[in-house]
C-alpha cells in the first residue's frame, strides 16, 4: 500500500516562500492532495494534482510533481502569519482510500 | 452549505468506561469515512462507509470499536471498553464521489482516557 513521509517541521519568514517536501511509494496513485489543519480543526483541502500533471498554480499555492522520484511539494509564495498551520500530503489511487503523511508543521514568524 | 458535524467536540471518560462519538456529514455526500489522528501523526483511517454499508473495515479494532451507519446518512462510532491508548482525535469526513480523494472534514471529536 501507499507510504507518505513528510519533514515534520518547518520555519520561515513572513514575506519568504515556504515549501513544503513530501515522498510517495505508490506509483500508481492517481491524484496527490494538500490538505492543511489548523489547531482544533480538521483538515481542508488545499490542492491537489492528477499524477499526470507536472505542475499546478493555484494562487499562492504551486504544486510540484516528480513522478520519476515520487516527490511532491508545495511552495506557498509570501507566506503569511495566516499560513501558520499543519500541512498534510496524501495519496490515493482508484477507489482506494487517502492515505496521509505525518504532516508538516509550519511555523511563520513575523 | 453545512459542514460536516461532529459531536460532542471533547470526551473526558475513565477506562474502561465506554464512549459514542456522532457524525453528520454533508447532505448528499454517500460516502462517509472515520479516521483516528493521534498526537503528532496524520490521520489513520478506521472505517469507510458507501451509504449504508461498511465496505473498508479492516482497520477498525472490532475487539473494542463499532460504528454504524443507518439510513446511510448519520454515523455513530462506539468504543467499549475504552483503554488509556485510546485517547486521540476521532475525525469524521465524508465525499460526494468514491474515488477518495477530495474529502471534507468535520472538526473532530477529542478524546481523553484517565
Known amino acids: 500500500g501507499e507510504d507518505v513521509e513528510q519533514s515534520l517541521f518547518l520555519s520561515v519568514r513572513e514575506g519568504d516562500s515556504s515549501v513544503i517536501n513530501c515522498t510517495y511509494t505508490d506509483s500508481s496513485s492517481t491524484y496527490l492532495y494538500w490538505y492543511k489543519q489548523e489547531p482544533g480543526a480538521g483538515l481542508q483541502l488545499l490542492t491537489y494534482i492528477f499524477s499526470n500533471m507536472d505542475m499546478k498554480q493555484d494562487q499562492r499555492l504551486t504544486v510540484l510533481l516528480n513522478k520519476k522520484d515520487k516527490h511532491l511539494s508545495l511552495r506557498i509564495a509570501d507566506t503569511q502569519t495566516g499560513d501558520s498551520a499543519i500541512y498534510f500530503c496524501a495519496g490515493a489511487s482508484g477507489n482506494t482510500p487517502l492515505v496521509f503523511g505525518k504532516g508538516t508543521r509550519l511555523s511563520v514568524i513575523a | 452549505e453545512a459542514g460536516v458535524v461532529q459531536s460532542p467536540r471533547y470526551k473526558i471518560i475513565e477506562k474502561k468506561q465506554p464512549v459514542a462519538f456522532w457524525c453528520n456529514p454533508i447532505?448528499?455526500?454517500?460516502?462517509l469515512y472515520w479516521y483516528l489522528q493521534n498526537l503528532g501523526q496524520g490521520p489513520e483511517l478506521l472505517i469507510r462507509?458507501?451509504?449504508?454499508?461498511?465496505?473498508?473495515d479492516s482497520q477498525l479494532p472490532k475487539d473494542r470499536f463499532s460504528a454504524e451507519r443507518l439510513k446511510g446518512v448519520d454515523s455513530t462510532l462506539k468504543i467499549q471498553p475504552a483503554e488509556l491508548g485510546d485517547s486521540a482525535v476521532y475525525l469524521c469526513a465524508s465525499s460526494p464521489g468514491t474515488d477518495g480523494g477530495e474529502l471534507f472534514f468535520g472538526e473532530g471529536s477529542r478524546l481523553t482516557v484517565l
Open positions: 447532505s448528499g455526500h454517500n460516502t
Open positions: 462507509y458507501e451509504n449504508e454499508e461498511a465496505v473498508d
